[in-house]
C-alpha cells in the first residue's frame, strides 16, 4: 500500500479496515495548560520546549508526555497540577 505524505494516521487507518481505535486516539486533545516556549524567566534554549502556563515553569520531557496525552496517558488523571488548577 502506497501513502501520501500528509496522510493522516486516522485515514491509514481507515484504508487498512481499521475504523475505530487509531482515530479515537487521535481525537484525544493536549492539557489546554500546555504552551511550547524557548524562554521563560531566566531559562533560555535554541528549541520550544514544553511550557505549563498552570504553574508558569518547563515540563520535563516524562511529564510532556502526560501534557500531550502521548501512549495511554491522560493529563486529566495523571497529573496532580491539572487537576488542581481544573477545580
Ligand atoms: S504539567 Fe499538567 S497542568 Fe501543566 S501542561 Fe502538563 S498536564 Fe497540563
Redesign the pocket.
Known amino acids: 500500500m502506497e501513502i501520501a505524505t500528509g496522510t493522516t494516521v486516522a485515514a491509514v487507518a481507515a484504508m487498512r479496515g481499521n475504523r475505530y481505535p487509531v482515530a479515537t486516539r487521535s481525537n484525544r486533545m493536549p ?1 489546554p ?2 504552551s511550547y516556549r524557548a524562554a521563560a524567566g531566566d531559562h533560555e534554549f535554541e528549541t520550544e520546549r ?1 511550557y ?4 508558569d515553569r518547563f ?1 520535563e520531557a516524562m ?2 508526555d ?2 500531550n496525552d502521548r501512549y495511554d496517558l491522560d ?1 486529566e488523571s495523571h ?1 496532580e ?2 487537576r488542581e ?1 481544573a477545580e
Open positions: 492539557c495548560y500546555l514544553a505549563c502556563t498552570a504553574v515540563v511529564r510532556a502526560v501534557c493529563h497529573c497540577i491539572y488548577h
